[in-house]
């Protein structure tokens, strides 16, 4: 089973500022194969980054995903006040999926 | 518009079996592109992967819970159903249904999900 390790797993910014998100998996992932999803307290999850880098449907272009091998990361420029929330990478392969443990992104 | 809606017991007691369904609507179970996942969120916790059946009903479950899972679905009602054997305290999560795209060798994400339901496991 491969492992999603997020990091950190607090990211205390002002709006305005950028955040940058990590995901190492314990295995090299096929990079079609990766997301990003945010989540907000009482609300279901939402698809931001398919593919490691394409973007959902809806998405603002202040949301991106890089990355390839193990090692994924999304980035949030000029955060807004409705980006604060906690985010979770997810890989899919071998027909099983797995999430990270999430990373939050707070208000400092 | 596509969505999903859970639905099933609030209260469960321990040993017991769960029974939850997965409601879609806006596209249909035999598109050859779409699956639906059972996703659980314990309280302040990250989010699980449960289950996911395909569109040609092969089935995929979590090896932590291999053994107390099964999915089905029934076509023609548009309904994806779990269920979860000898419930636990620690079962107690919210439970999301969630459509998955994929075709040929590219993931698209898990893009419509609905809006969970809360079981609780306790005597």
């Known amino acids: 089973e491969i492992v999603l390790t997020q990091s950190p797993g607090t990211l205390s910014l002002s709006p305005g500022e950028s955040a940058t998100l990590s995901c190492r998996a314990s295995?090299?992932?096929?990079?079609?194969?990766f997301a990003w999803y945010q989540q907000k307290p009482g609300q279901a999850p939402r698809l931001l980054i398919y593919?490691?880098?394409s973007r959902a449907t809806g998405i603002p272009d202040r949301f991106s995903g890089s990355g390839s091998g193990t090692d994924f990361t999304l980035t949030i420029t000029r955060l807004e006040p409705e980006d604060f929330a906690v985010y979770y990478c997810?890989?899919?392969?071998?027909?099983?999926?797995?999430f990270g443990q999430g990373t939050k992104v707070e208000i400092k | 518009q596509v969505t999903l809606k859970e639905s099933g017991p609030v209260l469960v007691k321990p040993t017991e079996t769960l029974t939850l369904t997965c409601t879609v609507s806006?596209?249909?179970?035999?598109?050859?592109?779409?699956?639906v996942s059972w996703i659980r969120q314990a309280p302040g916790a990250a989010l699980q992967w449960l289950a996911h059946?395909?569109?040609?009903?092969?089935?995929s479950y979590n090896p932590s819970l291999r053994g107390r899972l099964t999915i089905s679905k029934d076509t023609s009602k548009s309904q994806v159903v779990l269920t979860m054997t000898n419930m636990d305290p620690v079962d107690t999560a919210t439970y999301f249904c969630?459509?998955?795209?994929?075709?040929?060798?590219?993931?698209?994400?898990?893009?419509?999900w609905g809006q969970g339901t809360t079981v609780t496991v306790s005597s």
């Open positions: 806006g596209f249909s179970l035999s598109d050859k592109r779409l699956g």
């Open positions: 997810q890989q899919y392969g071998r027909s099983l999926w797995t």
């Open positions: 059946i395909f569109s040609n009903d092969d089935k």
């Open positions: 593919g490691a880098s």
């Open positions: 295995q090299i992932i096929v990079s079609n194969y």
């Open positions: 969630a459509r998955a795209e994929q075709w040929m060798m590219e993931y698209y994400g898990m893009d419509v």
